[in-house]
């Protein structure tokens, strides 16, 4: 059987395209080290208002221009709404969620993160522009989830 010329092209084409994306995803796991948002924790989702850091949820300084804010989600709620850090500052953020699944979305940057009972979750993003960024429950979570919403204020 003789295979056409064409089909070996488009099966060039298509190892091609595999090795080269594989490859991307090597270079960006394991060189640049980047990952998903990953759970860092368990915590008993009905003793998070005791257990620290969530037993005082908000925005704390830790470092030159490096902030922690401690969030949790909760229908239909988050605590705190407001974040409010300066511009350039280095935001990480601890989250959980106390009932449900939630979501923790802040328009503008690359923040997304899931918020499930019983894990924690954490990234850090660096703001650099002034300004109000919305923060949003991205996963329905029932009844009140469009009102879960606050805000990060970048000054
Ligand atoms: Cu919380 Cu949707």
Known sequence: MKVHTYEKAILAVAGILLFSCMGALLYASVY??????S???????ERVAETPPFDQPGVRQVGPNQYEAVVIGRSWVFQPSEIRV??????TFIA??????????VAKTRVNLMLIPG?????TYRFRDVGDYLLICHEYCGIGHH??????IVE
């Open 96 to 105: 959980t969620a106390t009932d449900v699944l939630h979501g923790l979305s």
């Open 86 to 91: 300066p511009a350039g500052a280095e935001v």
């Open 119 to 123: 894990q924690v979750t954490r990234m």
């Open 147 to 152: 009102a879960m919403a606050g805000k990060v």
């Open 39 to 45: 759970p860092v924790a368990r915590i008993d989702p």
């Open 32 to 37: 640049l080290g980047l990952h998903l948002p």
